[in-house]
């Protein structure tokens, strides 16, 4: 696969990828844990098809020290034992926000309530936008068919300010 067009190659795009990673460096640093956000970009960028997503994400969480299990599982993850019930909240509401055209009512009333029984308020906050802006990032990528297998984890570091 081709790449159609590489967004930080121009300068407008290069601009507006430096602000969505200033957005991602507010979650990082949110009190969501980080294995969580792992998890939760893993999932939301299988489900779009994002190879350089998945790449990126996957190479993350194991440099994080995740473990292969959990990291193969993800994508499986109703159906494994390996994930906490907090995880497991954050995973169905990644998947349900990533397919809100799919449901007709968007994340369901018992996704969220579980994401509220395991989360404080700044944590859901960090786990809707990292939702939100895994999303977007999956979308610019399989637009522009940006594909996997060269992402080397904290590649993009000098993009901070």
């Known amino acids: 696969m081709e790449p159609r067009f590489d967004l930080m190659a121009n300068e407008l795009g290069a601009k507006i990828a430096k602000r969505i990673y200033n957005v991602a460096l507010a979650i990082v640093q949110s009190p969501l844990p980080q294995t969580t956000q792992d ?52 995973l169905a509401l990644a998947e349900e926000g990533t397919r809100i055209a799919d449901a007709h009512q968007g994340v369901s009333d018992q996704t969220w309530a579980q994401v509220r029984e395991h989360y404080d308020d700044d944590q859901i906050v960090a786990l809707v936008s990292l939702v939100a802006m895994i999303n977007a990032n999956n979308r610019l990528n399989v637009i522009v068919r940006k594909p996997g297998g060269s992402y080397q984890p904290g590649m993009f570091a000098d993009m901070a300010n």
């Open 39 to 90: 998890l939760v970009m893993l999932r939301a960028s299988q489900i779009n098809g994002c190879g350089f997503c998945v790449d990126y994400h996957t190479k993350d969480a194991a440099a994080a020290g995740e473990t292969a299990v959990r990291v193969n599982l993800v994508a499986a993850w109703r159906e494994s034992t390996v994930f906490t019930e907090a995880e497991r909240a954050a």
